[in-house]
C-alpha cells in the first residue's frame, strides 16, 4: 500500500512516498481504507522532532476517515463508513497511508449528511473540544473564550459552546481578512486582536463580565493574555502550542479571581470520556448544529505541502489528505 512515512524527523523533506505491506487485522483490530485523513498541527511538532514518544521511521496521520474492509463485526459491518483519532501517527503509523488497522473502541460511525472529507477533520478537533469543555463544567448559559477562530480546536470549541448553549462563544484572530470570513460564516463574536487585545475584547462583548471557560489551544502570550479575561471563578484549559510551549503568568489573574488553569492531553483521557464526547458531537453533526470546516485538500503525495500550508499559510479551516 502506498503510505507518507518520516524516515527521520528532520522537517517537510522527510515525508516521503513508499510502498508498505497492508496491515494485517489482529488482535481484534478493524482493517479500515482509509479515503481522508485530517492534517494537524501535531503532524508538524512530531515531523521536527518535538514531541515526546514518537520514534522514527513513522507513517504520520492522528485522524482519518474511511470505509470497513474486515473485523468490524456487527458494531461496523464491511462497507461502514467510519471515522477515528487514536495513538495513530503518533505512536504507531498513521492516516497517511491507504489502509490501517484500527482499534475497534476508536472507530465512530459517520453520519449519513458528514461527506469522508468533513469527517476526516472533524475526530481530533471536537473530540478534544467537546472533552475540554465537559472538563470545564461547561452549562447553558456560561461565557466561552477559545482563541484562534480560523484553527481547528478555536473553531470546533466555538461552535460546540454555541451549540450546548453558552452565553457567549467567543473567538479572535490576528488577520483582519479572517475577521471577516468568520463573520461571514457566522462566527459573530470574534475580537480582531489587530484591532483590540483580547481582554478588552473579551470585557467589550460580555459588558466587563469576563469568561467563565477558556480552552487554548494557541499558548504563549495568548494564554497570558487569556488568563486576564477570566471572570470570578473562571477556569483555563491549556491544550495546545502552536504559538510557544512558554509564557508569562501574571498570579494576580489567578488570585483575584480565584481562577484555575489546567492541562489536557486526549492521549490521557479514560475512553468512558471520549465515548461520550462521541455522543454528543454525532447527534450535533446529525441535526446539523455543527459543521466541520475545510479549507483545502491535497493529495496523499502531496502530504508535506499540505502541512506546509497548514503550518505556514494559516488557513482558515481543517486541511485533509484525500486518498
Not at 110 to 136: E, M, S
Not at 149 to 175: D, E, F, M
Request: with cysteine; aromatic share 6%; charged share 20%.
Amino acid at each position: 500500500m502506498r503510505a507518507m512515512r518520516a524516515k527521520t524527523f528532520s522537517g517537510y523533506e522527510e515525508l516521503k512516498l513508499i510502498d508498505l505491506p497492508k496491515p494485517a487485522i489482529t488482535n481484534g483490530k478493524v482493517l479500515v481504507r482509509i479515503t481522508a485523513a485530517g492534517v494537524t498541527p501535531l503532524d508538524h511538532t512530531i515531523l521536527t522532532g518535538k514531541f515526546h514518544g514518537s520514534k522514527p521511521p513513522l507513517v504520520l496521520g492522528n485522524e482519518g476517515a474511511g470505509v470497513v474492509e474486515d473485523g468490524g463485526g456487527t458494531d461496523f459491518p464491511i462497507g461502514s463508513r467510519v471515522m477515528f483519532f487514536g495513538a495513530y501517527g503518533a505512536f504507531e503509523d498513521g492516516t497517511y497511508s491507504e489502509w490501517v488497522a484500527v482499534r475497534k473502541e476508536d472507530l465512530c460511525l459517520i453520519p449519513d449528511n458528514v461527506d469522508d472529507v468533513n469527517a476526516a477533520g472533524i475526530p481530533v478537533a471536537y473530540l478534544t473540544a467537546q472533552v475540554a469543555l465537559t472538563l470545564a463544567g461547561l452549562r447553558k448559559g456560561k461565557t466561552v473564550l477559545a482563541p484562534a477562530i480560523g484553527g481547528s480546536i478555536g473553531n470546533a470549541v466555538t461552535q460546540l459552546a454555541r451549540a450546548s448553549g453558552a452565553k457567549h462563544a467567543i473567538s479572535s484572530t490576528t488577520n483582519h481578512a479572517k475577521a471577516g470570513q468568520a463573520k461571514a460564516l457566522g462566527f459573530n463574536e470574534v475580537i480582531d486582536t489587530s484591532l483590540e487585545k483580547l481582554g478588552d475584547g473579551v470585557r467589550r462583548i460580555t459588558s466587563g463580565y469576563g469568561a467563565d471557560i477558556v480552552i487554548d489551544g494557541i499558548g504563549g502570550e495568548v494564554l497570558s493574555e487569556a488568563l486576564g479575561a477570566l471572570a470570578l471563578g473562571g477556569s483555563l484549559t491549556t491544550l495546545g502550542y502552536s504559538a510557544s510551549r512558554k509564557t508569562t503568568i501574571d498570579v494576580i489573574n489567578l488570585i483575584v479571581p480565584q481562577a484555575s488553569i489546567r492541562g489536557l492531553n486526549m492521549f490521557a483521557q479514560p475512553k468512558a470520556a471520549v465515548t461520550s464526547a462521541w455522543k454528543v458531537i454525532v447527534s450535533l453533526l446529525k441535526a446539523g448544529a455543527i459543521k466541520p470546516i475545510v479549507a483545502k485538500t491535497f493529495p496523499l503525495v502531496e502530504a508535506a505541502d499540505a502541512l506546509r500550508y497548514l503550518i505556514e499559510g494559516r488557513p482558515f479551516g481543517r486541511v485533509v489528505l484525500t486518498i
